[in-house]
């Protein structure tokens, strides 16, 4: 297996055993030899604060350890539950329309695979529809008190512009005085860098979603849902922001969901997105022994060049504290152009077929095409939006 980390710091000897079930002793000497104070910043710092504290509590007692794990993992249950409960009554009003919806990556593990939503701590909610009910989903969001904004300073904040990049933002103040984003996408993984052809189709993915008990929200198969956990993980270069907390999630899939490993295998093949899966992976199998077969990690594996290459860019990056700065600009398109699986691939990402780009910006002429692509090369290379 790779080492992807030249130092581990005590936080990965805590979080590593919570993940895998080692023995309780075990955990409370980490701790011990850890103390509260640099275990507490490390973990705040790392955005996993919630779950050291709920192995914490179970390993030592909330009368043995500071009171702040307790409050960190209290704010959060509160939170994520306030959450789930608005995201329930959103996909209700969704059904009485007609519209499926899905929620993805962490707002889908919270609500229907993990048991804890204190140990599930999120920025947003993030949600898939077809794109030809997207623009009732929009309205039904503004029925309900939402407005479309936008995080970002160079993103658009209009249904026009979600048509184009792949989904809107919103948000509300839900009853407890909590802001809420919520992100209605209808492409699940919307990446810059990832070429529409090589997202799992939405259709496709409806048909095979499975309901959640008691809720209309659906969630992805474990194959889909992992699929387009990976992928995400990749489009944050498996080092940024959320960072460590992304692997988590791939954890939690394989261990809770019941993946088909070959079927797996045949969609990651057939979306040509080997390379980038390899990595979401075998990250969180080296961090976590993740249950992920050797055989499958064997198959998804790029030429050694291109693995050892990638992964001294990770550990150069570093996998922990997410919000420093991980690549140069240049670095940063060297790093993602590795991670298509061939040159072909990467060519077409960058050069998509003139179909594409008359759609993406606005335009029925063929005259103005070198235009178009002179500035979708522009687009990659300094914007994150409408690419």
């Known amino acids: 297996m790779i080492d992807f980390l030249k130092i581990l710091p005590p936080l990965y000897d805590l979080l590593c055993r919570a993940a895998t079930g080692i023995e309780h002793n075990q955990i409370a000497r980490t701790y011990a030899r ?3 104070t640099a275990l507490w ?17 179970d390993v030592l007692g909330a009368e043995n350890i500071p009171s702040h794990w307790q409050e960190a993992h209290h704010e959060t249950h509160r939170r994520i539950s306030a959450y789930l409960t608005e995201l329930d009554r959103i996909a209700k009003q969704f059904a009485e329309k007609g519209i499926q919806l899905v929620a993805l990556k962490n707002g889908g593990i919270a609500h229907g695979i993990y048991p804890c939503p204190g140990c599930c701590p999120m920025g947003d909610l993030d949600v898939l529809v077809e794109k030809n009910y997207f623009k009732d989903a929009h309205r039904v969001l503004i029925e309900n008190g939402y407005h479309l904004e936008s995080r970002s300073p160079i993103e658009e904040p209009t249904v026009e512009a979600a048509e184009k990049s792949g989904g809107a933002e919103y948000c509300k103040f839900l009853r407890d005085g909590e802001k809420l984003w919520f992100e209605l996408q209808w492409r699940p993984v919307a990446g ?5 052809d090589q997202e799992p189709a939405v259709k496709d993915l409806m048909s095979r979603s499975v309901p959640i008990p008691d809720s209309a929200v659906r969630l992805l198969s474990a194959e889909d849902n992992l699929l387009q956990v990976a992928l995400h993980t990749a489009k944050h270069s498996y080092v940024r922001a959320p960072g460590l907390r992304l692997h988590l999630d791939v954890n939690r899939i394989v261990r809770y969901h ?6 797996f295998l045949q969609r990651a093949f057939d979306l040509k997105v080997k390379t980038a899966v390899f990595f979401s992976l075998a990250i969180p199998a080296t961090l976590f022994q993740s249950p992920i077969p050797d055989e499958v990690l064997t198959q998804l594996e790029p030429h050694a060049w291109k693995r050892n290459r990638i992964t001294r860019s990770l550990q150069n990056a570093g996998l922990f504290n997410p919000d420093e700065r991980k690549f140069s600009r240049i670095g940063f398109i060297i790093f993602t152009a590795l991670l298509y699986d061939d040159l072909r691939g990467l060519w077409r990402s960058i050069f998509p077929d003139k179909v594409w780009i008359r759609e993406q910006y606005g335009t029925k002429e063929d005259q103005g095409l070198p235009g178009l692509y002179l500035k979708r090369l522009i687009d990659l290379t300094f914007r994150r939006v409408s690419t």
């Open 41 to 57: 910043n490390a973990a705040k710092a790392n955005r996993i604060a919630p779950i050291v504290a709920h192995t914490l509590t």
């Open 34 to 36: 850890i103390g509260d």
């Open 192 to 196: 810059r860098w990832i070429r529409p």
């Open 258 to 263: 019941g993946v088909d490993w070959d079927m």
